[in-house]
């Protein structure tokens, strides 16, 4: 999940942003947003929030098993987004 929400943020940022320290000299470069890729962002964030909520919640352990969260690539083909 970790490296599915980096993915889906730096395609909404552009120039790789999510995967530099925030220093001074990284946050003066120019960040290319993408209104498109920055709603395929929040829509994916937004599910994988409910996904771990969903999991949080399940009293059984083998309820709790069946709840997935796809990789960002994985769900932009499930969406048809891709």
Not at 28 to 39: G, L, M, N, T
Not at 58 to 81: K, M, Q, V, Y
Request: aromatic share 14%; proline share 2%.
């Amino acid at each position: 999940m970790k490296r599915s929400i980096r993915a889906c943020l730096g395609e909404a940022l552009g120039n790789g942003i999510v995967f530099n320290d925030f220093y001074d000299d990284n946050l003066s470069q120019r960040i290319d947003y993408s209104p498109r890729w920055a709603s395929y962002a929040d829509d994916y964030v937004t599910m994988c929030l409910r996904q771990v909520r969903a999991w949080e919640h399940e009293w059984s352990g083998r309820r709790a098993r069946r709840t997935r969260i796809p990789a960002f690539d994985d769900w932009l083909h499930l969406t048809g987004n891709a």
